[in-house]
């Protein structure tokens, strides 16, 4: 099954990709005279490059939801977020040019991170529905953690403070509802509608969906991406990992020499998200870089 979720993951972080550049490239190409997000939306949902990467990105997120309920949240979460560096060279080939060489450095940093991680966690064990005591605790003490960073968010000194604090409180937001998305899969597929729509899950996700999203586009607003970027990637998948661990009884390989490489892995996946999100304040606008991040907070 790990296999399989992989798999499965790995095209779902394809279509995130592709779904980003055609965005990306779409926005970037709007007249200096549309002004506004209203403007921008109305000008790009005439445009069927965009379009195109918005049923890339439903793809996406079916095939994401798809390998949540066959695998461990430990095999997909981090393939699903390094996502965003393979939009790097998807980006470069729409353009007609060969990556820049730091583009090919956040490559290799996240492939090599991301290959190093899942050899070393190894995840076993697992099952197919959360123990409901554990989930709701994580969630309760995830939103808890969330809040406190979005109330410190607005009374630190500096734009890109605030945009990072923003960022943990995403991060923590999305590794939440990736779990979640689980929970709600099982009760999907195992009992009737009246079971999903009485879960606590189900509308756990929907409401920490929706919250999720405003934060990131609030930390949009305070600074650049690579100032909320990173941490919110990072946060998302430790949360999602512990998520699988706590709720789903996922279990990684977690001798002294395994932890130390897991952490040395994800590290490298950070890196290539640093490095990606500072091309991206030096190559588009804030309002494109915005449309940009969207797509990757999921």
Same mark, same amino acid.
């Given at each position: 099954m790990s296999a399989l979720a992989g798999s499965i993951a790995a095209v779902s972080a394809l279509c995130f990709a592709g779904s980003t550049s055609l965005q990306h490239q779409a926005a970037q190409g709007a007249p200096v005279d549309v002004q506004g997000s209203l403007a921008l939306v109305a000008h790009l949902l005439r445009r069927p490059l965009w379009l195109v990467g918005q049923v890339l990105a439903i793809v996406g997120l079916v095939l994401h939801a798809a390998a949540l309920h066959v695998g461990s949240i430990a095999v997909v979460q981090p393939i699903v977020i390094s996502g965003v560096v393979l939009a790097v060279p998807v980006r470069s080939a729409l353009e007609g040019r060969w990556p820049w060489p730091r583009e090919l450095v956040a490559v290799l940093f996240a492939a +090599?991170?991301?290959? @190093? #991680?899942l050899v070393a966690a190894n995840p076993t064990g697992g099952t197919a529905g959360p123990q409901q005591l554990p989930a709701l605790l994580i969630c309760v003490f995830g939103v808890a953690v969330a809040a406190g960073?979005?109330?410190?968010?607005?009374?630190?000194?500096?734009?890109?403070?605030?945009?990072?604090?923003?960022?943990?409180?995403?991060?923590? =937001?999305?590794? =939440?509802?990736?779990? =979640?998305?689980?929970?709600?899969?099982?009760?999907?597929?195992?009992?009737g509608l009246v079971e999903v729509l009485t879960s606590w899950?189900?509308?756990?996700?929907?409401?920490?969906?929706?919250?999720? @999203?405003?934060?990131?586009?609030?930390?949009?607003? #305070?600074? &650049?991406?690579?100032?909320?970027? /990173? +941490?919110?990637?990072?946060?998302?998948?430790? @949360?999602?990992?512990?998520?699988?661990?706590?709720?789903?009884?996922? @279990?990684?390989?977690?001798? /002294?020499?395994?932890?130390?490489?897991?952490?040395?892995?994800?590290?490298?996946?950070?890196?290539?998200?640093?490095?990606?999100?500072?091309?991206?304040?030096?190559?588009?606008? /804030?309002? +494109?870089?915005?449309?940009?991040?969207? &797509?990757m907070g999921y």
């Open positions: +090599v991170g991301l290959t @190093v #991680f960073a979005g109330v410190l968010a607005r009374f630190v000194a500096t734009p890109v403070r605030s945009a990072f604090l923003l960022g943990v409180a995403a991060g923590v =937001l999305f590794g =939440l509802v990736a779990g =979640l998305m689980k929970s709600f899969l099982y009760d999907a597929t195992q009992g899950t189900t509308w756990a996700l929907a409401v920490l969906g929706i919250v999720a @999203v405003v934060t990131n586009q609030h930390a949009y607003r #305070f600074a &650049r991406l690579s100032a909320s970027m /990173p +941490v919110l990637n990072v946060v998302d998948g430790v @949360v999602a990992l512990v998520f699988g661990v706590v709720a789903f009884s996922e @279990v990684l390989r977690h001798s /002294p020499v395994y932890l130390t490489i897991e952490i040395l892995g994800f590290a490298a996946i950070a890196v290539g998200l640093i490095i990606v999100s500072r091309l991206e304040d030096q190559d588009t606008s /804030p309002e +494109v870089a915005g449309r940009v991040e969207d &797509r």
